[in-house]
């Protein structure tokens, strides 16, 4: 089958002298590779160094380009001495000149490493086919506040952390990284059950390497899972971070941690440098998705005109139509849509007026759901009786042709 696929994207190879060809043969979209490109090429294509050179031995490999191959391995292990997949690569190429091997790692891999090794090598194969289209914009990040000078958007599907950089409100995409996610893939529900979650979460704290045990590398930045929406599905556990790696390690598997999202210790020393504390989103996804910008400029305008209503019509005091921006389904905290609803009555009518301003406010969908987003702001709230200010969130679906609010509370 390997052959098959290897002549069939016109490979020089022969049948299995290298099977490691087999893990680009398999790689997504594999014919996108397109002919032979230099290390500088792929580096413009915003992989980082170690990683391009790496690809360019595995296209070297699949062109037939063995010496090729083996001088730019070289090279990468003189850089990084720690970098596992390539060392395999470099064993799998030694054992070649002596004649066909059986299998990718022939050389010294342990059996039980090896699928971990092809997947590494296929996912970044993967990532190098698929760039960030140039015309379009991550469905998620419909609006980022002023304070939000980045935004991290997690591709678990394709071992890919993007960063953005926030331009007048809109995203602008600045580079990716290779990650590593939870032992058993995605979706997490319970505490230890070694998953990734899934949604929209932001940077809680910073834990330096010095506070850490060396298996975290450069050091974490903790995220808020479980996050309003995740407490109300019944999902539970702690301790989601973004981390490095053990400092005799370059970089691990695409499924290896234990729920956390798991960068190479000089990619996170980088993404260090970006992440703000209590303000960074962190936008976990099974597959990114890219939109036109007028889709999401659409979607954006839809929330904005219902935010906007909401706060006119608790401005006014009509309670009733204040209310109907409330889904039958909503909650915060422990209390219910009928105790939401008679409280709100009781406190509106004891006011002789209320004016309510909001500012700095964030949008973004929920992953996976066109139908949920996560809207926060600064509320300015004033009447006859009470001011006050806060930061608030709340959390909108979509019911027939309305958004609603599902949940409301402090941010």
Known sequence: MIQKLALHHGARVRAMTLPILAAIVLASDVSAMGSHQPVTALIGRALQMPEAMLVQALIDIRANRLGAALDGVNALLEVKPDFRLAQLIKGDLLMARAGPIARMGAADAPVERLNDLRDEARARLTRYTLQPPQDRVPKYLLQLRPEQHYAV????????????????????????????????????????????????????????????????????FPISYPNE????????????????????????????????????????????????????PVIIAERMEWVQAPAAQAMRAGLVQRLERWRHDWESRNSDQYLQHYSRSFAAADTNLAEWSAQKRRVNASKEWIKVRLSDTSMFLYPGRDDLAVVSFLQDYSSSNLSNKMRKRQYWIREGDNWKILYEGAA
């Open 153 to 220: 958007v997690v591709d678990t599907g394709r071992s890919t952390l993007y960063l953005f950089e926030n331009r007048g409100g809109t995203p602008r995409y600045l580079t990716d990284y290779y990650i590593t996610v939870g032992k058993n893939g995605i979706n997490k529900l319970r505490e230890g059950d070694k998953r990734t979650p899934l949604g929209v979460y932001h940077v809680t704290s910073q834990l330096p390497r010095d506070k850490l045990d060396a298996f975290y590398g450069a050091g974490a």
């Open 229 to 280: 929406f995740d407490v109300r599905e019944g999902r539970n556990g702690h301790g989601i971070w973004l981390h490095g790696t053990p400092r005799d390690t370059y970089s691990r598997p695409p499924r290896a941690s234990d729920g956390c999202v798991v960068l190479a210790n000089e990619d996170l020393d980088a993404l260090a440098k970006r992440v703000q504390i209590g303000v960074t």
